[in-house]
C-alpha cells in the first residue's frame, strides 16, 4: 500500500512539475510572438496568410518555439492529470507573459484587463483546486473523429468572417487540440504516431496558432491571449468531466461551477474591453 502512494505521488510531481515547465515556456512564447506579430507588415491578409509572413520572422520563430515546448510538456502532464487542472495552469502563461512584458518591454496594460485577469485568476484557482487525479477514458474513435474534425474545420473559415472572435476560435481549436491529446497521452510512440486523433490534435494546433496570429495584431495579447486561454478552459474542462471521466475532489463540485462562472464572466468583459485595438500594448521604444 505505501509503495503505491509512493507510485501516485511520484506521478503527480512528474505531472505538476511537466505542468509548471509548460506554463513557463507558454509565457516567453506569448511575449516571442506578440512582439513579433506587432511588427509584421500592415499588409492585407491574416490567418493562415500572416504565419506565412511571419515564418521569416526568428523572433516569432523562437516564441513559436516556446509554444511547441509548452505544448509538448503540458502533453505529458495530461497523461496523468484532469483537462481542467492542465488547461487552468497552462492559462496562468498569460499572466506570467504580461509580468515579463511590462517589466522588461514596456508594455502598458489597463486597469480593466488587470482587475478581469484578477477575476479569472480566482476561477482558474478554483479550478485548480477541485482537481482529483484521474486516467482518461478514451472516447470511441469514430464519433470523436467527426466532431474534433469538424469543428477544427469549421474554425478557419469562421475567422474570416468573425474578425473579433478570432481568440474565442483560437480557443476553441486548442479545446480540440486538448481533448485529442488527453486521450492518446500516454500510448506508446508507434500507436501514438499511428492514431487518427494525434493527426487531428496537429491540425487543430495549426488553425489554432493561425487564428492566434491573427488575434495579436488586432487586440493586446493579455485580451487575445485570457479570451483564447478562458474558452479552452470552459470547453475542455466540460468534454473532460462528461465524456472523459476527469474526476473532482470530494466535495469541491461547487468549485468547478464557480470556477468556470468566473472565467466565463472575464472572457465577456474583456470582450466588451478589448473592441478598439490595443495600440497601447507596446510601448512607442518597444515598437519597431
Known amino acids: 500500500m505505501l509503495a503505491y502512494k509512493r507510485v501516485v505521488v511520484s506521478a503527480l510531481m512528474s505531472g505538476h512539475l511537466a505542468l509548471a515547465v509548460s506554463t513557463v515556456l507558454y509565457g516567453l512564447g506569448i511575449v516571442a510572438q506578440t512582439v513579433a506579430a506587432r511588427r509584421a507588415d500592415a499588409r492585407p491578409g491574416s490567418g493562415v496568410g500572416l504565419l506565412a509572413r511571419l515564418a ?26 484532469p483537462l481542467y487542472l492542465v488547461q487552468a495552469g497552462s492559462s496562468s502563461a498569460v499572466g506570467l507573459a504580461t509580468v515579463i512584458g511590462v517589466l522588461l518591454l514596456g508594455w502598458r496594460i489597463r486597469r480593466v484587463e488587470i482587475a478581469v485577469l484578477v477575476v479569472m ?81 496537429v491540425i487543430a494546433a495549426f488553425v489554432g496558432q493561425a487564428c492566434l496570429a491573427t488575434a495579436l495584431q488586432r487586440v493586446s495579447a493579455t485580451s487575445a491571449v485570457a479570451s483564447m486561454d ?26 468547478v461551477v464557480l470556477g468556470i462562472l468566473l472565467v466565463v464572466s472575464g472572457v465577456l468583459v474583456l470582450g466588451s474591453a478589448t473592441r478598439r485595438p490595443a495600440q497601447d500594448l507596446v510601448s512607442a521604444g518597444g515598437q519597431r
Open 121 to 201: 485568476a480566482c476561477g482558474l484557482l478554483l479550478l485548480t483546486g477541485a482537481a482529483a487525479p484521474s486516467t482518461a477514458r478514451e472516447l470511441p474513435l469514430v464519433p470523436a473523429l467527426v466532431v474534433l474534425g469538424l469543428l477544427t474545420l469549421a474554425v478557419l473559415p469562421l475567422a474570416r468572417t468573425l474578425k473579433a472572435a478570432t481568440p474565442v476560435l483560437a480557443g476553441i481549436a486548442f479545446a480540440v487540440v486538448a481533448v485529442a491529446a488527453r486521450n492518446v497521452a500516454g500510448k506508446p510512440l508507434l500507436d501514438l504516431v499511428l492514431h487518427p486523433l494525434t493527426w487531428v490534435m
Open 230 to 255: 478562458a474558452t479552452t478552459v470552459v470547453i475542455s474542462s466540460v468534454a473532460g468531466l462528461a465524456l472523459m471521466g476527469d474526476q473532482i475532489a470530494a466535495e469541491r463540485e461547487w468549485w
Open 56 to 81: 521569416s520572422d526568428r523572433l516569432y520563430l523562437l516564441g513559436f518555439s516556446g509554444q511547441v515546448g509548452g505544448f509538448l510538456f503540458a502533453f505529458l502532464a495530461r497523461e496523468d492529470l
